[in-house]
């Protein structure tokens, strides 16, 4: 692969990224910050970057107090003639974190950033800085691109536990240095308490680190922000936010399991004072915009939604979707008529345009949820349809018939180089889509890959719709359900996009970065 390499980024690591790594959590961990006016503000959440392009990027940090957010980058480590930029004034309003926008960067280079945090009635108190680094997207197609995906953290009450090394994964991850990761939903577990102990297997104790807002099911707005905070006490994943941008997208969990748009929490649900989904999702949503970096929800944001495409160079671009918001209440899905679906009508036709427009060689459609893979809800009592399949492998009805429509846009407006990847299912896998198979055959052959969890439990592969035609190639998934991240199952996906063939090839990893399937795609090419 023509990608170039960095070593002045692995420089940083062991130096000044480590400083993020290092600094001390409050003492009472993931509480709101104390407002104590001596010392100097401090960033003891880390950095992050995201939604990157080729010429800008967001930068994030959080504050233990009121204070201004000030971002200096630079082309190179040593931080001469730094570039500066003052931010917004941090406070109770965005729950002390604030991101940054970075316009006028160059393509495909390495851009090193610092953040200090200074007294808003004293600017010459400000705190120690704290170092991240991101790469642009190319302008050159033969610099390729390589990017992670996974989703699925902290589910399951399997939180943060300092013997089995933390979320050790993103540690795996961090090593194959890429250009960005595609979090693909399920970021936070909202609706999972995570309990201080939980019995393993053989009779050993799982031990999590804890906290007041996941001793219950998140309701409150700070709630909903103390389960964001509590990812960002393990050091390996704020060690990865410095070095690796991101590109979120949620699910269920960042709200409740299986929710759906105009639900009501019946009252056997006693873990619920607050019965609306819909304002349950308002909170969620806001602490969401406020603790990533995302160009379409962050505060003061124009858009205010979740989907979005990223503009990754002349070899990729990445839709992401967002199958909850605009989806309809979850039901046996045999309507045999359904305009809304998954996906909403506006979502829908925007995803049609912008696929259209695209002249990346590559279209990846980041998805929270399988096309093909049976996802059921039962947690009102019926067996209900949660994702797209419904079970009967016949004709296209409920949301598969949105699906469909989709699938044949593609084809009959010729648009090549769709894959489509997703997370969700807690195992991982591939599966091919191919007419021949299918009841509805009025598409062009795509892949779908899968993978997750990241730290969370892990479950039997799903059973397979045939509506599309669906093939599983490859799946690893354990026999038994809710297992835990010490029984293994924890997984993640690489794609790489070698600049000179524009060949892509998808790496389905375990928790230690070892590979478990491989799949190579030729550009230009359908049926592959």
């Known amino acids: 692969m023509s990608h170039p390499s960095f070593p002045g980024r692995r420089a940083v690591l062991r130096g000044s990224l480590a400083a993020s790594a290092a600094l001390a959590l409050p003492t009472a961990v993931g509480a709101a910050p104390?407002?104590?006016?001596?010392?100097?503000?401090?960033?003891?959440?880390?950095v992050q970057s995201g939604d990157v392009t080729r010429d800008s990027g967001l930068?994030?940090?959080?504050?233990?107090?009121?204070?201004?957010?000030?971002?200096?980058?630079?082309?190179?480590?040593?931080f001469r003639h730094p570039r500066r930029l003052y931010g917004p004034l941090l406070g109770p309003g965005t729950d002390f974190t604030g991101t940054v926008r970075l316009r006028g960067l160059p393509a495909g280079e390495q851009i090193h950033y610092r953040v200090r945090l200074a007294d808003p009635d004293d600017p010459r108190r400000s705190g120690e800085p704290v170092t991240g680094t991101f790469r642009t997207a190319p302008a050159r197609r033969r610099d390729g691109v390589r990017f992670l995906w996974s989703g699925d953290l902290a589910g399951q009450g399997w939180g943060i536990n300092p013997d089995f090394?933390?979320?050790?994964?993103?540690?795996a991850m961090a090593r194959l240095d890429p250009d960005f990761f595609l979090f693909s939903g399920d970021t936070v577990y909202a609706d999972g308490p995570v309990p201080a102990t939980a019995a393993l297997p053989g009779g050993s104790v799982w031990r999590n680190i804890t906290t007041q807002e996941k001793s219950k099911v998140a309701e409150t707005l700070a709630e909903f922000r103390g389960n964001f905070r509590y990812n960002l006490l393990d050091e390996h994943f704020r060690r990865f936010n410095a070095q690796v941008p991101s590109?979120?997208?949620?699910?269920?969990?960042?709200?409740?399991?299986?929710?759906?748009?105009?639900?009501?929490?019946?009252?056997?649900?006693?873990?619920?004072t607050e019965k609306s989904v819909d304002v349950l999702a308002a909170r969620a949503r806001r602490a969401f915009g406020e603790y990533f970096p995302m160009s379409t929800l962050r505060p003061g944001a124009r858009?205010?939604?979740?989907?979005?495409?990223?503009?990754?160079?002349?070899?990729?671009?990445?839709?992401?979707?967002?199958?909850?918001?605009?989806?309809?209440?979850?039901?046996?899905?045999?309507?045999?008529?359904?305009?809304q679906g998954i996906l909403g009508r506006e979502q829908l036709q925007w995803l049609e345009r912008e696929l259209v427009r695209s002249r990346a060689v590559w279209k990846v459609i980041a998805a929270d949820m399988p096309l093909g893979l049976i996802v059921s809800d039962t947690t009102e009592g019926a067996q209900h349809v949660e994702a797209v399949a419904q079970g009967d492998p016949g004709a296209p009805l409920g949301r598969e018939l949105?699906?469909?429509?989709?699938?044949?846009?593609?084809?009959?407006?010729?648009?090549?180089?769709?894959?489509?990847?997703?997370?969700?299912?807690?195992?991982?896998?591939?599966?091919?889509?191919?007419?021949?198979?299918?009841?509805?055959?009025?598409?062009?052959?795509?892949?779908?890959?899968?993978?997750?969890?990241?730290n969370a439990g892990a479950f039997p592969a799903s059973a397979l719709d045939?509506?599309?035609?669906?093939?599983?190639?490859?799946?690893?998934?354990?026999?038994?359900?809710?297992?835990?991240?010490?029984?293994?199952?924890?997984?993640?996906?690489?794609?790489d996009i070698d600049g000179g063939s524009g060949e892509l090839t998808v790496r389905l990893r375990e928790q230690d970065g070892s590979v478990l399937y491989t799949k190579r795609l030729q550009p230009g090419l359908v049926g592959q």
């Not at 104390?34 to 959440?45: L, V, Y």
Request: proline share 6%; aromatic share 12%; glycine share 8%.
């Open 247 to 272: 590109v979120v997208q949620w699910d269920d969990h960042e709200v409740r399991n299986n929710w759906y748009p105009g639900q009501r929490i019946t009252d056997t649900d006693t873990r619920y």
């Open 165 to 171: 090394g933390g979320y050790r994964i993103f540690e």
């Open 466 to 495: 045939g509506t599309f035609g669906p093939e599983r190639v490859f799946v690893k998934a354990p026999t038994a359900s809710n297992v835990s991240p010490a029984g293994g199952y924890q997984f993640f996906g690489e794609v």
């Open 34 to 46: 104390a407002f104590a006016r001596s010392g100097r503000p401090e960033a003891k959440w880390g």
């Open 303 to 339: 858009e205010g939604r979740m989907h979005r495409v990223l503009r990754q160079g002349p070899l990729l671009d990445v839709f992401v979707l967002d199958m909850r918001t605009y989806r309809n209440a979850n039901s046996p899905g045999d309507q045999s008529v359904d305009p």
């Open 402 to 454: 949105q699906i469909a429509e989709l699938l044949r846009f593609i084809k009959h407006r010729r648009i090549t180089g769709t894959v489509w990847l997703t997370a969700d299912v807690h195992h991982t896998s591939a599966q091919h889509y191919q007419p021949a198979r299918a009841a509805f055959g009025d598409f062009e052959p795509f892949w779908e890959f899968v993978s997750g969890p990241l």
């Open 59 to 78: 930068v994030w940090v959080r504050s233990d107090r009121p204070a201004r957010m000030i971002v200096e980058t630079s082309a190179t480590e040593s």
